[in-house]
């Protein structure tokens, strides 16, 4: 998309005329994309056929994890579509989809206890979770702008103009926001496990499988930013050659 031998205005990569190296950056962001997400989806329908010894649902699960850590003022509610779980700290509403809301999986279970591990970490105003919250409308201005504002600099003045330069340094913001997420998401994966555990809704093997769920989807966020900071590198290699052609 961003080069494809066109050279970018006639531009030499060093490499030989009209072939950029820097796409093998994005295929490795791609692969491993795909790993993850490979790895998620086997892993959580494989514990998803698991029931646990409770048979206490994700709904029934979140309740009594949030009581367990004195938050009563977040209420837990079904929202439709698969894997759309999510904690919305605006309302203080725990989202759990269909398929964990009712669900008596051992899979399930830890995906509700990993948005509850995000309801205790507003509650307790962690850190991280306060600062990816503040750059959550800067990243989407960043993320949604920066690649038009990058294409059109393309257009009109190759990848070394103005416009460009504003594009990548808007992307590195969506990049910056991932990079934050990370420790979110480990933080909340962590009190999940350790909370189903001591609550005794899990147990022995049931822990060890929830653990297995939990750390397969954490890989998709560390995918994602990967693949991100892949794609930015690639963008400053090119605009940092371009500039010294110019």
């Known amino acids: 998309m961003y080069g494809y031998g066109m050279g970018y205005g006639g531009m030499r990569y060093g490499y030989g005329y009209g072939f950029d190296p820097t796409i093998i ?23 998803s056929r698991v029931r646990s010894r409770t048979g206490m649902t994700g709904a029934e ?19 439709a579509g698969n894997l759309t779980d999510h904690y919305d700290p605006r309302t203080k509403v725990v989202n759990l989809s269909e398929s964990v809301y009712r669900s008596t999986s051992i899979a399930a ?27 959550v409308p800067v990243a989407n201005f960043g993320s949604r702008i920066s690649w038009p504002l990058i294409l059109f600099g393309l257009i009109i003045g190759g990848l070394g103009s103005p416009l460009c330069q504003i594009g990548i340094l808007m992307f590195s913001l969506a990049v910056l926001f991932q990079l934050v997420t990370l420790p979110v998401e480990f933080n909340a994966s962590s009190r999940a496990v ?47 050659g371009r500039r010294r052609d110019d």
């Open 109 to 135: 279970l830890g995906v509700a206890a990993h948005e509850c591990g995000h309801a205790m970490q507003h509650n307790d105003g962690y850190a991280p979770l306060r600062f990816r919250s503040a750059l």
């Open 61 to 79: 699960a979140a309740m009594r994890l949030l009581h367990s850590q004195g938050i009563y003022d977040v209420t837990v509610r079904q929202v």
């Open 194 to 240: 350790k909370l189903l555990d001591s609550q005794g809704i899990l147990s022995g093997e049931e822990v060890r499988g929830t653990r297995s769920v939990l750390n397969a989807a954490a890989w998709t966020y560390v995918a994602a930013a990967a693949s991100s900071m892949l794609q930015l590198l690639r963008l400053v290699i090119l605009y940092g």
């Open 25 to 47: 950056l994005v295929l490795i962001g791609v692969v491993i994309s795909l790993w993850a997400q490979s790895r998620v989806t086997s892993t959580y329908n494989k514990y």
